[in-house]
């Protein structure tokens, strides 16, 4: 079958407002302070100082934001899609551990500082734990030597909360009181998890893979225990069992105390040195919470290998690993072992998608036309030197296709949406992987299909 058979156009990009990004130079998307997210039909690239939201179903303007970002707040460092029922949003990190949401009328709805450190990644993810009664929907704030998980329900109600009152018609009223103050802040700070995982140096990717039991020990526990997977250059990989419980970390205990108590100083130095009108109404700094309990579970250390993304199945039951060497790796991350090995894949890209292999009628037909047990995991492997996408059928399964690809392209995945229970299987979406040519601004899709 030919290139065409396997790929479906959806649209174009090309707009004036991309060249703000880069766009028509040499391997754009390449860049690394280029952050992209895409959701079910638009797109989101950002810079440092801006982000653009871009549809390829019409003709529509993109929507523009431009946050205004004061002195000790950073720039941005990371965006992701935040997707509920009824509303979605836009997340924004920046290099000062902030975290921002803004609606699509590029209105702050809030602004938390997390901790003093650069936000290195975001994360949206609705999966199934390790126990078939336990879901969760959640958003991972990814640091060099923390992670902060969110309850998605929580960033829910608040957001909830913001596009009620939005609508009401003391909205104008309230929003100008507001301004004197601070608007990012106007709800309160939302609660999360905080979690050093600093062992072994700084981390490049990391994720909260879902919930797991607790240690035998502690079998009658009541609380939450959390599987997360470090990747970074000194260990390839690292897992850490995550405790709710912020009372029994003797190094979490120590850190609260001494990074709160360095960056107020900090801070209160700034004050003295830079006394203008703008810092005597600078809102009082937010110390960070103390940190829970995270225990190490294992580490895989090979010298020279540095590791360099992660990528997570639905369930959270695979993950996948590239590291300096060109190589890929397949982790069970129940037995936490590595079970499939691909090399010679330098600067690759992967993600998870489902596809229906080989069946010339699904099991059952539904509104979307195909239940969850339809469809086969599969890997996309971008292999940009290649210039190729290949397609593995999980986990030790042949390589279903190759497609060709031009350079400059780039492989991207929707955020899924946040779901406070699990999904029915009549209403199941499969993971698709999408392919923009950053050359010509052409989006297409890989069909799902393969015969």
Known sequence: MGRRAHLTELGCIVCEELEQLGAGKEGWLDSPNLYHALDSNSLALANENLVLVLGWIDDSRPITIRP??????????AIEWLIFDDHRVLALATSQGYLLLYSLASELIHKQMLYPERIIKLRSTHRQGFHQDHSSAEVCVVFPSVIVRFNASDIESLVHRWFQERSSRLWGDKMQKREAEDIGNSYGRLPHQLWNVNKFGPCVDAAVIGIMPPPLMEYESSQRYYCAVIIGHDAVISAFRLSEDRKRSLV???????????????TS???????????????????????????????????PRKGEKLTLSPGGSLAVITDSLGRILLLDTQALVVIRLWKGYRDACCFFMEMLVGKDMPSNSVEYGNSKSDY?????????????????????????????CAKGSMILQPTSKLESSLASPSSYTPLEVFLLNGDSGQLTVLNRFIN
Request: charged share 20%; glycine share 4%.
């Open 68 to 77: 205004s970002f004061l002195s000790h707040e950073g720039k941005i460092s």
């Open 252 to 266: 979490g205990t120590i850190l609260s105390k001494v990074v709160p108590a360095t960056f107020s100083t900090l």
């Open 269 to 303: 130095l700034s004050k003295m040195i830079w006394r203008s009108d703008e810092a005597s109404t600078r809102p009082v700094e937010v110390k960070p919470q103390a940190f829970a309990k995270a225990s190490l579970l294992t580490c895989l250390k090979d010298h």
């Open 376 to 404: 086969c995991l599969c890997l996309a492997i971008h292999a940009p030197r290649r210039e190729v996408v290949e397609v593995w059928k999980m986990r030790m399964g042949p390589r279903l296709l190759t497609l060709p």
